[in-house]
């Protein structure tokens, strides 16, 4: 995974510029959130890597619409590359770094909606398809939500350096509310953190501060943007899009359909 270096004590009106752009950036995804809710249906699309052509996602709710999962659209089907790493090693990364089926989830701590997702479907997708050697998930950090946001998907980054992101995952969203979009102070996630097995806590608050972790996380942000992803959580199957907190059953029809397509089957 490419990280921004620490910039230099002389460059800090250059990174003061690039804040304010990320800082622009983010308010034009906050704006198409906000647009999404007025129009009821959001459009989001992610553009291939190769060409000018664009494919639609689709009709998906944004993370602040209702959490019926009956009224959260599924994704036209329509391959987008350039999103798996297949990294060995990965902290950020489930399953197999050669598994046949690659998920790789888009998503914000503070976000109700990844949070069903992490709590409802994740556990059973694991069960059925991580274990068994078929499908791979890689996490995205995709703070939309402010800069608690921000926080905890650094806090998550600095679990990862000690080996403990998926415990943090699961005790942060085991945590979380079933609406809006609850604050996320240090304090609150040192005690999650502590909770999930991280040790060292004075390196897990060094970790959260740092330019790299900073750095890591926008960069996961900025990819998202360019893709045009838009609301959360949003998922990229072997390249078949799927947005919103989806029932299990439309996550298996995508993950059956990729295992059908993948090499070897």
């Keep these: 995974m490419s990280r921004k ?6 460059d800090r009106s250059e990174r003061d510029a690039a804040a304010a752009g990320l800082a622009d950036r983010r ?13 009821v249906l959001g459009i989001v699309a992610l553009t291939r890597d190769t060409g000018d052509d664009a494919a639609v996602v689709g009709a ?43 998920m790789v989830e888009y998503a914000d701590y503070r976000c109700p909606f990844c949070a069903k997702f992490a709590t409802d479907t994740l556990p059973e997708l694991t069960r059925r398809y991580v274990d068994t050697g078929l499908l791979r998930i890689e996490w995205r950090d995709f703070p939309i939500f402010g800069e608690d946001s921000e ?5 998550g980054r600095a679990a990862a350096a000690q080996g403990r992101f998926w415990p943090f995952y699961r005790e942060l969203f085991g945590a979380a ?24 806590l004075a390196r897990f608050r060094r970790d959260v501060a740092a330019d790299e ?30 947005l919103g907190a989806q029932p299990l059953e439309a996550f298996v029809e995508v993950i ?5 397509g993948a090499p070897g089957n």
């Design 256 to 260: 059956e359909q990729a295992r059908g």
């Design 177 to 200: 509310p079933p609406s809006g979009h609850p604050p996320m102070p240090l304090e609150k996630l040192e005690r999650l953190a502590r909770r999930a097995g991280v040790k060292d």
């Design 27 to 39: 308010s034009i995804a906050l704006v198409a959130v906000v647009a999404a809710i007025v129009v």
């Design 151 to 155: 926080r905890a998907s650094r806090a």
């Design 213 to 242: 972790t900073h750095g890591a996380v926008e960069s996961d942000l900025e990819h998202g943007l360019a893709l045009g992803v838009n609301s959360t959580p949003a998922f990229v199957i072997n390249g078949f899009p799927l």
């Design 5 to 10: 270096p620490a910039p230099r004590s002389d």
């Design 60 to 102: 998906g709710q944004t993370a602040t619409d209702t959490a019926d999962d009956s009224s959260t659209a599924s994704a036209a089907y329509g391959p987008v590359t350039g999103t798996e790493r297949r990294i060995d090693g990965d902290p950020l990364a489930l399953g197999r770094v050669d598994a046949p089926v690659v």
